[in-house]
């Protein structure tokens, strides 16, 4: 009696785990944000921006033959607190909610080549729903050529550990997945920009494997204050 109880415990733990990814990713791509949109430069004290970005593209963490052409779409700001640090916020369409930071450590407003740190802090409070939160950290190098000010060629590798906690039936378990790949792509204009980015992703499993095709993105940022 006490090993169908387990298992009747593990079974319905790989169920709620089972909706929860079922809630991110159909028809709405992966939960956990796997996109940039930025150059290697920060905003500038005072200043501040808008943004939103649609993209496509399987998620690695599941296999593609379940997801091969889902759908996403993100809006989001950032705010320059100081001269070379950024702050700011983005929510996406499976409500995964991501808060940002940005300190620029290599060049200036006016430089050929930049480049940024980014730390993110995510997270989905279905709990409500579905007894599941999922959430994400994530470290990214945010590297740019900017050939003119209205151009920018940008490269940004990222590491993401992305979880999920279920609290449910009196048993606590977490599931963790590992990620890293990068985004690149190019930024046209100035206050008003248009984004085309191509990004890859992979779990730590499947080192230096990237199998899955590229996700592919489009965003437009209305920068205020430049």
């Given at each position: 009696m006490k090993m169908s109880n387990n298992i009747s415990v593990v079974n319905n733990?790989?169920?709620?785990?089972?909706?929860?990814?079922?809630?991110?990713?159909?028809?709405?791509?992966?939960?956990?944000?796997?996109?940039?949109?930025?150059?290697?430069?920060?905003?500038?004290?005072?200043?501040?921006?808008?943004?939103?970005?649609?993209?496509?593209?399987?998620?690695?963490?599941?296999?593609?033959?379940?997801?091969?052409?889902?759908?996403?779409?993100?809006?989001?700001?950032?705010?320059?607190?100081?001269?070379?640090?950024?702050?700011?916020?983005?929510?996406?369409?499976?409500?995964?909610?991501?808060?940002?930071?940005?300190?620029?450590?290599?060049?200036d407003k006016q430089s050929a080549i930049a480049s940024s740190i980014g730390l993110d802090i995510g997270i989905a409070p279905l709990y409500v729903i579905t007894g599941i939160t999922t959430y994400s950290g994530s470290l990214a190098f945010y590297n740019s050529y900017h050939p003119s000010e209205h151009f920018a060629i940008v490269f940004s590798p990222r590491f993401i550990h992305y979880s999920t906690a279920v609290w449910t039936h009196g048993n606590d378990d977490h599931n963790h997945y590992p990620l890293y790949g990068y985004s690149t792509g190019i930024i046209v204009g100035k206050k008003h920009q248009f984004s085309f980015e191509v990004?890859?992703?992979?779990?730590?499993?499947?080192?230096?494997?990237?199998?899955?095709?590229?996700?592919?993105?489009?965003?437009?940022?209305?920068?205020?204050?430049?």
């Open positions: 733990n790989t169920y709620y785990i089972y909706v929860v990814m079922l809630l991110c990713l159909s028809g709405l791509w992966s939960c956990v944000s796997l996109n940039s949109h930025q150059t290697g430069k920060t905003l500038g004290k005072g200043n501040y921006n808008f943004s939103g970005n649609v993209l496509a593209g399987p998620s690695p963490l599941l296999s593609s033959d379940v997801f091969k052409n889902a759908y996403h779409f993100e809006v989001g700001g950032m705010y320059g607190t100081e001269d070379n640090i950024d702050i700011g916020v983005k929510v996406n369409s499976s409500l995964f909610f991501t808060m940002m930071g940005k300190y620029q450590w290599l060049g990004s890859q992703f992979t779990t730590i499993e499947d080192t230096y494997s990237f199998a899955l095709p590229p996700i592919i993105g489009f965003g437009y940022i209305w920068n205020i204050g430049k």
